[in-house]
């Protein structure tokens, strides 16, 4: 059975740091990309940040270039998002996702979330 | 960038079909994927590319795409349906629609 698992979230001042982690079981996680997503208080789902199978390629949403780093440790089957000079506008719950697979840039499986606030 | 517009909400009753709507320019010629989102739940996929159903979703859920609107439709409500339901697609980047909740009068 897939599972993922998040981790790491919590209170943090705007301009801060937080390190989110999720770790997967049930499935191959090197042969897969991985995807963040997340989704502010009552609002919809934003696409944040994917990686790819050997972490060697990534890509970010314009809203979150340059302040978070998206990672993975493949022998840890476990995914990272660096989350650095924090707003309030980042305040949500991040979701990791897998993606089902290259070529059709879908999401076949989701976390449970952890719940990321930036406020003072 | 690509937008894509939901209905904020559908009411149906049970038993009834339920028609949740993407409206997007040229939709038609990309693939489409559905998620449904219960109260404090992960999204989970429901439909994938347009119309295919991922082991497990019952074939009460169907999905087309034609023109500017791509459809999901769910069959013979059920109270377990009530969710909050998003499209998405690629774009350069991955697109979800603005979500639509179904209410089971």
């Known amino acids: 059975e897939v599972q993922l698992v998040e981790s790491g979230g919590g209170l943090v001042q705007p301009g801060g740091s937080l390190r989110l982690s999720c770790a997967a079981s049930?499935?191959?996680?090197?042969?897969?990309?991985m995807h963040w997503v997340r989704q502010a208080p009552g609002k919809g789902l934003v696409w944040v940040s994917r990686?790819?199978?050997?972490?060697?390629?990534?890509s970010y949403a314009d809203s979150v270039k340059g302040r978070f780093t998206i990672s993975r440790d493949n022998a840890k089957n476990t995914l990272y998002l660096q989350m650095n000079s924090l707003r309030a506008e980042d305040t949500a719950v991040y979701y990791c996702a897998r993606d089902a697979t290259v070529t059709k840039y879908y999401f076949d499986y989701w976390g449970q979330g952890t719940l990321v606030t930036v406020s003072s | 960038s690509y937008v894509l517009t939901q209905p904020p909400s559908v009411s149906v009753a049970p038993g009834q079909t339920a028609r949740i709507t993407c409206g997007g320019n040229n939709i038609g010629s990309k693939s489409v994927h559905w998620y449904q989102q219960k109260p404090g739940q992960a999204p989970v996929l429901v439909v994938y590319?347009?119309?295919d159903r991922p082991s497990g979703i019952p074939e009460r859920f169907s999905g087309s795409n034609s023109g500017n609107t791509a459809t999901l439709t769910i069959s013979r409500v059920e109270a377990g349906d009530e969710a909050d339901y998003y499209c998405?697609?690629?774009?350069?980047?991955?697109?979800f629609g603005t979500g639509t909740k179904v209410t089971v009068l």
């Open positions: 990686i790819n199978n050997d972490g060697s390629s990534t």
């Open positions: 049930g499935f191959t996680f090197s042969s897969y990309w």
């Open positions: 998405q697609v690629w774009d350069s980047s991955y697109v």
């Open positions: 590319d347009d119309s």
